[in-house]
């Protein structure tokens, strides 16, 4: 898939300039054992379809953005593995980036990573300068406080939260940036596209919440069961697997009806389509329906 | 002091911003706790005192550029402070963030103010655009891989290393990103201000070095010994508090020759040279010339 190899050209040349001479070898390895080989990467993919969409008349600056939003899911990632979070042991099939760099070098990767985004995307605008401060705007904006994914975090600190807004942030503000930012790339308003990648982010979160409950850790790569463990809020231990799934449907149906009428939006809508039946494949809604009927 | 309050003032406001509507309570109050009251702010006022030689011709964008650098700062020592690193029980006279907020707000804290600087810089650029992707880069390459202060940091951990080099990242990084983003938030070459910045940020750090086995803790508002309790390079252990008093000198002496030729350039001599005795006061000199005597 060709955009697919655009993003991972975009990450390799963005942790080979971090690894530049004078790095301290154990940092510049902990940075490319966080970013590769990398999960799905929906996020980035998600930024060039719209940028696709949106004529893409700068893919230098899309691919930057791309791999600015993946950089900072990583960076996100390898602090929510950190002991006094997850203390997760294994991410991605491997191990976690504490576990195998120890948990100074993974505290100093994650900011790395983060500076690493906004570097990134500074170096791709050069073509469109111009669209670089909103571009800058809108990814930070999807990172940090007071709702981007940093605060989505920081909700599991408090007594309590609205599900739903914990949901929006800890996930949901990732995916809006990086649909925003295809669109800024391409040099297209972002609002249009921002409720899309709101939708999708929702989805993705409840998705992940029902993978939790009734995914296979091999194949998931990581520990399930983790939400309650952890005692985090989670759409499947509060609305039952069966509801959780309902409302993934219907978020992904919000989802797809959320994408601007535009030449891609063909293929974007099939792309939310495969997308949503890789996350929670029909054969689980299937298997719940039985067990309904056999119960 | 006029250039303080332009400082303050730019530093409340991006808090301000970080803490609206929607933000979690606990991370907010953590940002607060590690920006405000701040220390001596060395890093910002060099930035601003740059901007100024160079004509400050967009005061907006400086006082942008010298709070990111200051946030960033802050960032790293909330993320130094955690009990992978430092485990420090106080900073500026106060609680550390883990201890007033546990561990994992502070990691969530010190990413938040990464994100949130380079929020401030981009918010900062828009009466002069043009002039934000060099800033972006100079301010990223103070802090992030391979060489600035996260890359210092991350030394740390390497079984060994050449002092200067990781004096340079640890410190002289951030230093050298402030003088330089000063000239560029004033639209002047970068170039022939780093050199002002390193020098002056290698003396901070012998300074540090310094203090940290001469100072009183109570002043110093942290704990003294560190260096040696944790098994870090230090000037100091390496050549002696007499050898590094020498040591700092010389680099202060070199900074100040390091100032290109402006119109300013008599103000910031002076202001090397109150820095320089703030940091190691004349009368540690002496007070080690008598005790040498005495000896």
């Given at each position: 898939m060709e955009s697919l190899n655009r993003i991972e050209l975009a990450l390799v040349e963005a942790v080979v300039a971090a690894e530049a001479?004078?790095?301290p070898p154990k940092l510049a390895a902990a940075l490319r054992h966080a970013v590769?080989?990398?999960?799905?990467?929906i996020r980035p993919l998600l930024c060039v379809a719209v940028a696709q969409a949106c004529g893409d008349d700068d893919p230098a600056l899309s691919d930057g953005a791309a791999a600015a939003i993946e950089l900072l899911h990583c960076a996100s990632l390898v602090h929510d593995d950190l002991p006094c979070f997850d203390?997760?042991?294994?991410r991605r099939g491997k191990a976690s980036v504490h576990r195998a760099f120890g948990e100074r070098i993974a505290v100093l990767a994650g900011d790395a990573l983060i500076v690493l985004a906004f570097q990134t995307l500074g170096h791709a605008?050069?073509?469109?300068?111009?669209?670089?401060a909103p571009l800058l705007a809108t990814v930070a904006a999807g990172v940090g406080m007071p709702l981007g994914i940093v605060a989505g975090q920081a909700w599991?600190?408090?007594?309590?939260?609205?599900l739903r807004d914990y949901q929006r942030a800890k996930t949901g503000a990732l995916f809006a940036a990086a649909t925003a930012a295809g669109a800024l790339a391409s040099g297209v308003e972002a609002a249009p596209w921002r409720a899309f990648g709101d939708c999708l982010g929702e989805a993705y979160q409840v998705a992940d919440d029902i993978r939790d409950v009734a995914a296979d850790p091999v194949q998931l790569g990581k520990p399930i069961g983790q939400d309650v463990a952890l005692g985090r809020p989670s759409v499947a231990t509060e609305q039952g697997l069966g509801g959780a799934i309902l409302h993934f449907d219907r978020l992904v149906a919000r989802a797809a009806a959320a994408i601007?009428?535009?030449?891609g939006a063909f293929r974007l809508r099939a792309l939310v389509r495969m997308e949503s039946e890789r996350l929670v494949p029909q054969a689980m809604s299937n298997d719940l329906a039985v067990a309904r009927i056999a119960a």
């Open positions: 001479r004078g790095a590769f080989p990398g999960g799905a990467r203390d997760a042991a294994t605008a050069a073509r469109s300068p111009q669209r670089l599991e600190c408090e007594p309590r939260v609205a601007p009428e535009c030449r």
